[in-house]
C-alpha cells in the first residue's frame, strides 16, 4: 500500500525567505509523485509532477521539488516566498504504469508573512 | 482550466434525505473520481471510474454510491445522508496517454452541510 506523510500541518515563512514544504512517500513499486495547491475555496491545482527521468522537477510560480529515492522524499521548494504563496500544499503518490489512483497527504498550509 | 462542473457548488440538507451530486466534464477523460476532503484529512478517495459502467471503491465508500451512464458525467449519491457525510466534495479527472498516467485535474468542490 501506498502512503504520503506531510511533516508540518503548518508552517510560516516571511515574505522573501525560502519555502521548504516535507514530503515522505511509501511505495511497493516505483511512483509517480505529485503537489498540488489549493487556494482558500478553490479546487486543487497541479504545481508540478515527477514521473520518470530528471530527479529534480520545476513547476508554476517558480516552485521545484527533488525526487530522492534514497530518502523517499519528494520535498517542495521556492527560494522567495511572495504574499501570494499563501495556500495549502497536498503531495500525492500513484503508481507507475498501474492503478490511476492517487493517495494524498494531509495538507500543510503555509503562511507568508510581511 | 480542464473544463469540469460540479453542482450544486452548495448544499444544505437534513439528515436522512438522499442526496446526489454531480460531475460534468467536457474533456472526454476515461478515469473520474470522487474525493471528500476534511480538515486533518487530506483528499480521501470515495469512489471512482475507469469507464462507463466501470466503477470500483476507494478508501471511504461506505455510505456512497456512484453511477456513469456517459462518459462525461459522474453522479455520486448518498442514499440516506449522516452529519458525518458533511463536508467538501470534489470530483476530478485523468487520462492514460501513450501508457502514462497524467495528473488529475478537480473541479472546483461542492460544500455539503448535512443537518
Known amino acids: 500500500a501506498q502512503s504520503v506523510t506531510q511533516l508540518g500541518s503548518h508552517v510560516s515563512v516571511s515574505e522573501g525567505a525560502l519555502v521548504l514544504l516535507r514530503c515522505n512517500y511509501s511505495?511497493?513499486?516505483?511512483?509517480?509523485l505529485f503537489w498540488y495547491v489549493q487556494y482558500p475555496n478553490q479546487g486543487l491545482q497541479l504545481l508540478l509532477k515527477?514521473?520518470?527521468?530528471?530527479?529534480l522537477v520545476k513547476g508554476i510560480n517558480g516552485f521545484e521539488a527533488e525526487f530522492k529515492k534514497s530518502e523517499t522524499s519528494f520535498h517542495l521548494t521556492k527560494p522567495s516566498a511572495h504574499m501570494s504563496d499563501a495556500a495549502e500544499y497536498f503531495c500525492a503518490v500513484s503508481s507507475q504504469g498501474g492503478s490511476e489512483k492517487l493517495v494524498f497527504g494531509k495538507g500543510t498550509k503555509l503562511t507568508v508573512n510581511p | 482550466d480542464a473544463g469540469i462542473t460540479q453542482s450544486p457548488r452548495h448544499k444544505v440538507t437534513e439528515t436522512g434525505t438522499p442526496v446526489t451530486l454531480r460531475c460534468h466534464q467536457t474533456?472526454?477523460?476515461?478515469?473520474m473520481y470522487w474525493y471528500r476532503q476534511d480538515p486533518g484529512h487530506g483528499l480521501r478517495l470515495i469512489h471512482y471510474?475507469?469507464?462507463?459502467?466501470?466503477?470500483d471503491k476507494g478508501e471511504v465508500s461506505d455510505g456512497y454510491s456512484v453511477s456513469r451512464s456517459k462518459t462525461e458525467d459522474f453522479l455520486l449519491t448518498l442514499e440516506s445522508a449522516t452529519s458525518s457525510q458533511t463536508s467538501v466534495y470534489f470530483c476530478?479527472?485523468?487520462?492514460?496517454?501513450?501508457?502514462?498516467?497524467?495528473?488529475?485535474?478537480f473541479g472546483d468542490g461542492t460544500r455539503l452541510s448535512i443537518l
Open positions: 511505495s511497493s513499486v516505483p511512483p509517480y
Open positions: 515527477y514521473t520518470t527521468g530528471a530527479t
Open positions: 474533456e472526454n477523460h476515461r478515469y
Open positions: 471510474s475507469y469507464g462507463v459502467k466501470d466503477t
Open positions: 476530478a479527472i485523468s487520462e492514460v496517454d501513450r501508457g502514462f498516467s497524467q495528473p488529475q485535474h
